[in-house]
């Protein structure tokens, strides 16, 4: 074991996580037969074979287990040993990957790169948008933004702050349909449904007299969507009212786009917007000056 570099325990890491030679070589920009000869070495340095190829990709060997747990360990206390020496330096510098969806990254996250930039210039972002949840140690995530609360505990979790979800229509579609005036007046419009969140189909309202009022939305609606961009994109087009996110609707409103709907009797859904991160990630000089960032820009 004399001949295991730090290197070679991170390669080993990643290559345990992804499963594949060639996802790690594109992942490095290298050539494939890189990875296979470092893998060689590292397995005749240890003396046992730790990678078992199959058709389907890579599995490890016991061996190979135990070294990717050993491995694991020592990088998150390197990880550790980074944040406690660089708590006393004045910058953070290095690369860090954030995952978040396509409605985040648009309206919430890309305004805030430049402050970042300016307080922290050494510092490197590469943003990962997708709108699925990713494996963040398969992809190598340092920081999932999203909103609601995650279901796992195998994550920690910083609260950057809340977003409120409103109703709006086009105007084109109000002046063909008519604005409502009252909750029960809804039962007569096309009302857009989120298909991935049953929950957010339940549209709550308050009366002057204080009487509350429910409608699920989602047995009557023509039109759904998994996706806040596509769900925005059909109340642009017409197609009904649909309840967004303020920081997607508001804006839309300011450009005239959109118009509130049932603004006074409508009560907005509060919904978290958190950074999640890998045990011991968070510790990190550059993944703190992030977070606070992020924190300080939602707060506002």
Known sequence: MKNITLDDLHLFARLASLGSLSALARERNVAVSQI??????????????????????????????SLQQHCLRIIAE????????????????GLVRVSMSSVIAQYLMVDSLPSLHERHPQLRI??????????????????????????TDTLVLRKLGRLERHLYASPAYLARRGVPQAPEDLRQHDLISNSLHPHLNLWRFRSD???????DVASA???????????ASFALAGLGIAR?????????????????V???Q?????????????????????????????ASRLSA
């Open 36 to 65: 296979s000869r470092a893998l060689q070495r590292i397995e005749a340095a240890c003396g046992v074979q730790l990678v078992l190829r199959t058709t389907h990709g890579l599995s490890l060997t016991p061996e190979g287990e």
């Open 78 to 93: 390197l990880d550790a040993l980074e944040a406690d020496l660089d708590s006393g330096r004045e910058g953070v510098s």
């Open 126 to 151: 590469d943003f990962r948008v997708d709108d699925d949840l990713v494996d963040m140690a398969r992809e190598g995530i340092d920081i999932a933004i999203r909103t609601g609360e995650p279901t």
């Open 209 to 215: 007299s204080g009487e509350e009022s429910v409608i």
């Open 221 to 231: 609606s023509p039109f759904a969507s998994d996706s806040t961009a596509t769900l």
């Open 244 to 260: 967004l996110v303020s920081v997607v609707g508001e804006p839309l409103v300011r450009e005239g786009r959109l118009a509130p």
């Open 262 to 264: 049932l603004e006074a």
């Open 266 to 294: 409508s009560q907005p859904e509060s919904v978290a917007v958190n950074a999640v991160m890998l045990a011991g990630k968070h510790r990190l000089p550059k993944i703190r000056a992030c977070l606070e960032h992020w």
